[in-house]
């Protein structure tokens, strides 16, 4: 039988490295957390190469005495928890191995003088082995360096990312821990060029807007919901205001950022009904509840927690959330437009000519007052490409018989199209529909073949992003241009938009840039070429559709019916869902009981 026995101290701290220090972004979290309970102010981060490299935190906080620098480096030693009430703690962290664990991986330097002190020490540690110590000249703070992560641990460093993909993550690290203090100012570089950079003492809506995206501050509603000891502030993006992935969601309790399944999931739950299933809200909450109400120690990195009472905290974000859209803003659920209510008239309906792409059909006591202005702004929505052909109407009403799909009779909610046919009764999802439409007419144009056609912009549209977006975009740059979307790279957080998709000539360039963005983050290397390809045309596709929540005229949903009638596979959206479904004369009248 093998014999118990202790394991050597370095290599103890080297597997309670394996639990806090995954990956540079993870030593960089430790790092910045201590500097925030220190109680600085100003706080600058410094990488290289990701953090695989270099990674220095330097704050203006209380600073420690050498000997507090070398207690520092032991196990389980901390000032973050005066007794033994663990689960009171209300410090970012209280562990006491994340210093000695990371410096049991890499090299750490640690120089720190005291506020009020007059001399400054440093200690050089070496994965576990003390260097050297002595006098350092600093201002009052602390400044930890950390080189050569797990250089020395080949089996840990090959399993680390390309210094993109660690820089990426560092940037995230940085955001969240910054925007859950808007009090304090935060400064990050990377391999000597400013990336981030905030003053202390900003409002939380402005610490957001500039973390997030600054198109929030005006597509946004505060959330402020407070139950007992329960309290709940944050942003919320407006339900238009969405992106292709989950990314831009940020929570924190109790200051302390997370990615918890029950929060995530009430997000989802709050926004159910107001968004599209592939589409993501933009937001950050803020929930402060007592600490004896929540278990922060469910996970090493702190990342996910316990509730005490996880129904209330579920309500409160769905209640809170809904009624922060509801009735604090209505930009997100207008009601239609008197001009566009009014625009109908109990008059006769205009003949239809002969040959054109559709012959729509109205009813005898309806018609658009103004079919000429009516078409006119049509043509200049995004569903031009089907009715750039259309002619006014100048033939009498077409029977419903002459068309598989029928004629429009109506809309409901300004999504769903009512169209009479031969054999019942027709509704289809307007953007569902011409999704799948316009996907095919990319393709048909040559999309992800070396063919689409471009439509070159006249002035280049400047997009700004993050720039480890840019980077995926400037990557991929070369397959996007074989669906007529030309880019090019224009600064370290921006890329320049030569031309867009010829289908897409009346969409919006940012708002395209940043969704096909966001594909290529959430898809990473994980899928083949073609897949990806595939998935961006999709994302294109649903940018040059007609949007639910739009009213349309009888004409344009005849033109939209009549393309159905002869695309390929235009019965399903680009995600799988029925774009149509149909009641046959059978069906209504079971529903009515004549059967």
């Known amino acids: 039988m093998r014999v118990i026995r202790r394991l050597p101290e370095t290599l103890i701290n080297r597997i309670a490295a394996g639990e806090v220090v995954e990956r540079p972004a993870s030593a960089l979290k430790e790092l910045v957390e201590n500097a925030i309970d220190a109680g600085a102010v100003h706080i600058h981060v410094r990488l290289s190469e990701g953090g695989l490299a270099m990674i220095e935190v330097t704050d203006d906080g209380c600073g ?41 991986v890499a090299q750490v330097t640690i120089e720190s003088r005291p506020q009020g002190s007059a001399d400054g020490w440093k200690r050089v540690v070496d994965n576990g082995t003390l260097l050297s110590e002595g006098p350092a000249a600093l201002p009052p703070g602390t400044r930890v360096r950390v080189e050569h992560l797990f250089e020395k641990i080949p089996a840990r460093r090959k399993f680390l990312r390309s210094a993109r993909s660690e820089w990426a993550a560092a940037q995230d690290v940085v955001r969240r821990l910054a925007m859950a203090r808007p009090d304090l100012g935060f400064t990050l570089e990377h391999d000597s060029r400013r990336a981030l950079h905030v003053q202390p003492d900003e409002t939380l809506e402005a610490r957001v807007a500039q973390l997030v995206a600054r198109e929030l501050a005006g597509n946004s509603v505060a959330v402020d919901l407070a139950r007992g000891d329960y309290h709940l502030v944050g942003v919320a ?37 107001m968004l599209a299933r592939d589409r993501h809200a933009v937001l950050a909450l803020f929930l402060q509840v007592p600490g004896g109400e929540v278990d922060v120690n469910v996970h090493p990195a702190k990342t996910e927690v316990r509730f005490r009472d996880p129904q209330l905290v579920r309500g409160m974000i769905v209640s809170g959330l809904r009624h922060a859209l509801s009735s604090g803003d209505r930009r997100s659920a207008q009601a239609p437009s008197a001009s566009a209510m009014a625009a109908w008239q109990a008059e006769p ?3 239809v000519q002969q040959g054109s792409i559709f012959t729509p059909t109205w009813r005898p006591e309806a018609r658009v007052s103004d079919a000429g202005q009516a078409w006119r702004g049509y043509e200049q929505s995004v569903l031009a490409p089907i009715s750039a052909r259309a002619e006014q109407a100048s033939e009498p009403v077409v029977a419903a018989a002459q068309h598989p799909l029928g004629v429009a009779r109506g809309q409901v909610a300004n999504t769903y199209i009512v169209a009479e046919a031969e054999d019942g009764l027709v509704i289809v999802d307007q953007h569902a529909a011409h999704e799948r439409l316009v996907l095919e007419r990319l393709r048909a144009g040559g999309a992800g073949q070396g063919a ?11 997009v700004e992003l993050e720039e480890v977006a840019c980077d995926r975009l400037e990557e991929a740059s070369a397959q996007l241009a074989e669906f007529g979307l030309v880019l090019e790279r224009f600064g370290p957080g921006a890329m320049l ?22 594909d290529l983050a959430q898809n990473g290397d994980a899928l083949l070429l073609g897949e990806k390809l595939d998935l961006i045309l999709a994302t294109m596709a649903c940018h040059g559709s007609v949007r639910a929540g739009r009213t349309l005229s009888v004409a344009e949903m005849n033109a ?19 774009t149509w479904v149909k009641l046959a004369h059978g069906d209504i009248e079971k529903l009515f009981g004549r059967k």
């Open 497 to 518: 938009v030569r031309a867009i998709p010829a289908a897409l000539a009346k969409g919006d360039p940012a708002k395209l840039v940043a969704d096909v963005a966001d």
């Open 349 to 351: 309906v205009a003949p």
């Open 237 to 273: 993006g407006l339900p238009t205001f969405n992106r292709g992935m989950a990314d831009h969601q940020y929570l924190f309790v109790n200051g302390r950022p997370v990615k918890d399944r029950l929060l995530i999931g009430a997000v989802r739950g709050a926004y159910a009904d």
């Open 64 to 104: 420690m005495r050498p000997d507090e620098i070398a207690l520092a480096l032991e196990r389980h030693a901390t000032s973050k928890l005066p007794d033994e009430a663990i689960e009171e703690v209300e410090t970012l962290g209280f562990r006491g191995e994340a210093l000695p664990s990371i410096a049991s």
């Open 560 to 578: 939209l019916l009549r393309e159905m009638e002869v695309t390929p596979r235009s019965g399903q959206c680009n995600h799988g869902r029925p």
């Open 452 to 462: 689409a056609q471009s439509q070159a912009l006249l002035i280049g549209e400047v």
